[in-house]
Each structure stands twice: as C-alpha cells, then as structure tokens.
C-alpha cells in the first residue's frame, strides 16, 4: 500500500514537471510546481510511515508549508505585480521540447540503476524519477526566456534534489533540511527582488534581453 | 564566549549595525573597527590553533584544522582591506552624488554579512552547514554585484545569481549522494554529514554513489570557484561590482570555494585513491587556464581582464591540487596566499583607475594612464608584475612548485600545455597593461577625467602594495607554520 502510494507520488511528480514543459501560462506554471511539491510532501509522509521516522513529518510539513504554499504565493504575486502572464514562444517549440524531456527521463532511469539496493524496492523508481526531474530542470532552464520560468526551472531542480535524497537516504539530518529550506526560501526572495529590479529597468522580465554583457 | 564563536558574531554584529540608518561618520567607524575587530580575532583563532591543534564547536559542525585556520587568516585579511577601501569608494561615489541612503545602508551591511558568510564556508566542517554557508555568500553578494543599478549590473547580477544557485542545486546533491554513500553508517544527527565522520568512513563508501556524489559537488563549487566551464557569470561580475565587493568575490569567495572543493577532493581520495577527483581537478584547472588565454589576449575591460586573470589563478590552483602530493598540495595553497596578497592590489588601482575615468572600458580611459593618475598607474603596473608571476616575487615560485611537482609526477603532457599557457598569459596580460599604463598620452589633456587625489582608497591601495610586496619576498614565520599545517590536511598521506 505505502510502496503504491510512493510511486504514485513520485509519478504525480514528474508528470508536473512533464506539464511544465508544455505549459506557457504562468500561473498555471506556479501552480504546477505547488502541486510537486505537495507530492514530495507526501513521498517524505509515506517514507516517514513506512520506516518510522518521525524528523521525515517535519521535512514533509516544511516542504508543504514553504515550497507548497508560500513560494508559489510569493511568485504569484511577483507574477500579478509585473502583469506579464505568459511565457513567449521558448527556443524549442513545445512537441520537440517534450520529446527531448522523454529522452530525458530514460537516461535519468538508466543512471539509476547504478545505485546499490536500497531497504524498499521502490527506492529505485524514486531516484529515477528524481534524476529525471532534475534533467528536465535543467533543459527547462536553458530554453526558457521567461525570469519567472527560469526560477521554476531552478525550484524544480531543488526538489528533484530532496526527492532523491529521500529515494537514497530517507533524508538528510534535520537541522541541515530546516536551514537549507530557509536558505531556498530566501533565495527566491532574492530572486523576486531582482526580477522586480529588472522588470522597473527594462519594462520586460525576458531574460533574453539580459545580452549586452560579452567577451 | 569562545573565540571561534566571536570570531563569526562580530562581523554578523557588525553587519546589523550598518544595515540600520544612522551618522555616516559613525557607520564607517563600525564597519572599519568591526572589520579590523573581526581580523585580529581571525589571528588570534589561528594562533590558538598552532599552540593547541585543532578547536571545535557544536558537536565538530565547526572546526578549525590547519586548512580552516589558513583560510580564516586570508579571508579575515581581504574582508578588512575591502572594509577600509569601501569607505573611501563610498566617499568618492557620494563626492559626484551617486549615493543614496538606501545604497548607503545596503553596502554598510551587505560587506560585513558576506566577510561573515566567507568566514562560516572557513570553519565548516559539516557538509550541510557548509553548503548553507556558500549559498549565504552568494544572497549576500549578489545585490552589491547589482549596487549601482544600471543595466548591466542587473543582468550580470541576474546571471550570478541564476548560475550560482543551479552550481548549488548541484552541490547539494554532490553532498547528499556522499552522504548516501556512506549508506547509514554515519549514523543520524547533525554530526552524520561532519567532514571528519566521512574521512573515518572513507574506505567503505559505496564507489558508485560516491563517484557521483564527487563529480556534482566538484561542479556544484566548482562554479562558485569560477572553474571554467562554469565561469561564465565572472567576468560580468567582476565588471559591475563595486571594487571592493569585487576583491571580496576574486579573494574571499575563491577561496572559500577552493576550501568546498578541496574538501570534497579530500574524501574521494581517501576512499578511492587521488586518480579519480584529482584527474577531474587537473582537467577543469588545465581548462580555465587555456580559456583565460584568447579572453586576455583580446580583452577590451580593465576590469574583466582581472576576472580571467582569476580564472587563471583558481585554474592554477586546480592543478596544484589535481597533481597533489604534498609537493602540489603546497603549491596551491602558497599560491592562494601570494594570490590573496597580490589580487587587492590589482582591483584598488584598477577600481581606481575607472573610477577617475568613469568606465572600466580600455577605450574610454584611454592610453598613457600614467601621466593623468600616476600613483594608481604604477600600483597597476606593481601589481601585474606581481600576479604575472615575475621574479622575485612569490607567485613564481608557487607556480615553479607546482610545474615542478607536475613533471615530477605522470603529467608530462598536461604540465607542458600548462607552462605554455602560462607564458602566454604572463604576455597578454602585461602588453594589455602595459599599453594601457605605458601607452602614448593624449595630445591635449583630458578634460573629463577626475584628477587623481591621495584619499582613503589610494592610501588602502598603497598599503595593500606594501604588504603584497613583502609578502612576495619574505612570509612571517608564523604564517608560513600556517600553510605547512595546511599543506599536512591537504597532502598528508591517506
């Protein structure tokens, strides 16, 4: 039961990160990362169950409360603030760009099987899907123009990162979790701020105008 | 209280204290004295560290050996010389009007807070809190990177902040696959990602996992180190930072980073021997070496040429660490100390230099600088003579020790496309200086340029040249006991 739900969860994630890329709304974009992280939150939850470790429900509630709620409220707003609400057309159009991420995911799948069995069987689908996000991430970031997109693509990588930390290790000691979350939560604070500078200077968050620097 | 705990609290005490309003008169005398404060406690951590071996705090999470105790010293060093000289920009920046309160109360606080961040990454001896401490430097460096608010300052900062989080993003998994590899054997609890634990565990590490691990943690800080291929936030940086947060980025944060990196290297060696990180090392350091070639050679900013020369020098650093042996080992680290020296030198004059000018641009200051600012001209000219690697002076024979070691060790080939690239550099970098400094003066004087005047900058600029001079022939003994005790964490035997 608690290895079904894992999986389901683990899945439910890389399918946001799969609708990501198809996705051009930002606020649709936002809410799909809230949705993952919900869905770490329940992979740490049904870890925490299975194994009985209880620090795993802190990093669960922290997960949800943080990356689940006030991240993306934060980005929405940032989002409403500039009144830009669609990303324009990526530098690889959207059938291409989703092919690729498959292609993607089976390499993610093959590096993992290099990894000694865990405790759970499932462990080995968990890391896949993980190193198969933060692949995605990664190309998410590269072909995207939009500030906001770019943020996501980088909040996606960081949650590829927990998930595969749960997969191995059933998670890193609590006190360095609790900083690393604060850390990430003032990073896109951070992020907010600049993209607010940006879009004052240029009346345009596209990165892609961001080019004068060269040499 | 103990001193390594006050060591961390003064410059973060120092750094609320600016980020509040108040006289400027009083801001400055915090920063400087908390600065110095903060220096002189650095020593005085170090020396409790050579009478007594190595101190601990909080369960080992923080730790001060001989590799820690050094880079306390460096980073303690550059975080003073960047305090004094910050006064005198601000100053200079607030003579033409281009300061405000705001920008006023964000460098006042911005500087101490990453000198703190740079102390943390010093003394981490976990893995975790090091990794959180790297992540603090880069939040507190990246609004002085984007301090006066043009365009390009924004999207220099945009890209350091978006590269150096993904670099990070990539670290921590690094630091969570080792620990995976470990495969529970660290045990639970904070003390489960300490340094220390891991060096214990080495020979039963899982290899996959840790081949892994070592390869995403290498890139992750190998980023925040400026190795290329990931070096490409550098140079536009370095362009738009105010000098002094500039001397914090080329010195303070190369190091730190060059600390993370070594770290990890040291683990992977003790669990599967030195090929595997050290081969990886050697080839990113040959890498940044080679790419700072055509960039100097053809560069067109005062200030992005310092950028490539501190891809250079990391890459050297690189290589030192990647050849290893307790030859290599030394040479990296005697390198880093003369670099810490020699690099402040090179940033005041050139900050100086565009500052006078308006632009860091080689068109728009123009040829024949000595003749309109002489003393920041020949403290550039000192300065690249220095960091060239030019005998007498100690990067020479850092890099000496280091090619040495090379040809020594099986690296033949790697070591002579080093060398060449080395001679290139020293070329490249003097003509693209020399002609600036040496170059024919204008035919009528220049009206828009600032004279040059002997202020606070300036005098911080003359000191630092003293010292780096000093430093290249003669290192205080205590100092030298210092990057001996170092050289034993990094290239003592397994």
Request: glycine share 10%.
């Amino acid at each position: 039961m608690s290895n079904n739900l894992l999986v389901l969860s683990a899945a439910g994630m890389l399918v946001t990160a799969f609708l990501m890329v198809g996705q051009k709304a930002l606020f649709t974009a936002i809410r799909l990362y809230g949705a993952q992280s919900w869905l770490l939150g329940v992979v740490a939850v049904t870890i925490a169950l299975a194994d009985d470790r209880p620090p795993l429900f802190v990093t669960a509630a922290l997960t949800a409360g943080l990356k689940g709620l006030l991240i993306p409220w934060f980005l929405m707003r940032v989002v409403d603030r500039i009144g830009i609400r669609r990303e324009i057309e990526p530098f690889l159009n959207v059938p291409a760009s989703l092919l690729i991420c498959l292609a993607l995911t089976v390499v993610g799948y093959r590096v993992s099987t290099g990894f000694p069995e865990g405790a759970r069987g499932v462990a080995h689908h968990v890391i896949g899907v993980g190193l198969s996000m933060l692949l995605i991430g990664l190309f998410l970031m590269v072909t995207r123009k939009k500030a906001v997109t770019q943020i996501l693509a980088l909040l996606t990588v960081e949650n590829a990162v927990f998930l595969i930390a749960l997969g191995i290790t059933s998670g890193m000691p609590l006190v360095v979790e609790l900083g690393i979350s604060f850390d990430v939560l003032l990073a896109v604070l951070v992020l907010g701020i600049l993209v607010h500078r940006i879009v004052d200077r240029f009346e345009s968050m596209d990165v892609s105008r961001l080019s004068q620097l060269k040499g | 209280m103990s001193l390594l705990l006050l060591t961390l609290i003064v410059p973060l005490a120092t750094a609320a204290i600016g980020g509040v309003g108040g006289p400027r008169r009083l801001k400055e005398a915090v920063l400087v004295s908390g600065l110095a404060l903060t220096f002189g406690l650095c020593l005085a951590t170090a020396s409790a560290f050579l009478a007594g071996g190595p101190i601990e705090q909080f369960e080992a999470a923080l730790r001060v050996d001989g590799l820690s105790a050094l880079m306390l010293v460096l980073n303690g060093f550059v975080g003073l010389l960047s305090g004094i000289y910050g006064v005198g920009y601000l100053r200079r920046n607030e003579e033409r009007g281009l300061v405000t309160a705001r920008m006023r109360r964000e460098f006042h606080g911005l500087i101490p807070a990453y000198v703190f961040a740079l102390l943390l990454v010093s003394v981490s001896n976990n893995l975790g809190i090091l990794w959180i401490a790297v992540e603090l430097t880069t939040l507190a460096s990246v609004f002085l990177v984007a301090f006066h608010n043009r365009d390009t300052s924004l999207e220099a900062a945009w890209k350091f902040l978006v590269l150096g989080s993904l670099g990070l993003g990539f670290a921590l998994l690094g630091t969570v696959l080792l620990f995976a590899a470990a495969q529970g054997r660290l045990g639970e609890g904070l003390t489960a990602l300490n340094w220390t634990r891991f060096m214990e565990a080495a020979p039963r590490l899982h290899p996959f996992t840790l081949r892994l691990g070592v390869v995403f943690a290498l890139i992750g800080y190998g980023t925040k180190a400026g190795l290329a291929p990931m070096h490409t936030w550098k140079p536009d940086a370095y362009r738009e930072a105010p000098s002094p947060a500039g001397v914090l980025m080329a010195v303070g944060m190369l190091n730190a980073a060059v600390y993370c990196v070594l770290r990890v290297h040291l683990i992977s060696r003790a669990a599967i021997g030195p090929e595997f990180s050290g081969g990886l090392l050697l080839a990113l350091g040959l890498l940044s070496v080679l790419v700072a070639v055509p960039f100097i050679v053809i560069q067109w900013n005062l200030k992005r040429l310092l950028a490539y020369s501190s891809i250079e020098h990391v890459g050297i650093m690189a290589i030192g660490i990647g050849i290893g042996g307790e030859a290599g080992a030394f040479g990296a680290l005697l390198h880093m100390t003369y670099h810490t020296f020699a690099k402040p030198v090179a940033f005041f004059s050139a900050g100086t230099l565009a500052q006078l000018h308006s632009s860091s641009d080689f068109e728009t200051i123009g040829a024949g600088t000595l003749g309109r600012a002489p003393i920041s001209s020949v403290l550039l000219l000192l300065a690249t003579v220095i960091i060239t690697g030019s005998p007498p002076f100690g990067i020479f024979f850092s890099e000496i020790i280091i090619l040495r070691a090379g040809f020594a060790g099986s690296h033949a080939l790697a070591t002579s496309v080093f060398l060449a690239a080395l001679v290139v550099l020293f070329c490249g970098f003097t003509y693209q200086v020399g002609r600036l400094v040496l170059g024919p003066q204008p035919a009528e004087p220049r009206r828009d340029v600032t004279p040059e005047t002997l202020d606070l900058c300036l005098g911080t600029a003359i000191v630092a040249a003293v010292l780096a001079v000093i430093a290249g022939f003669y290192l205080p003994g205590s100092l030298l006991e210092l990057i001996r005790a170092a050289t034993q964490v990094v290239g003592g035997r397994v």
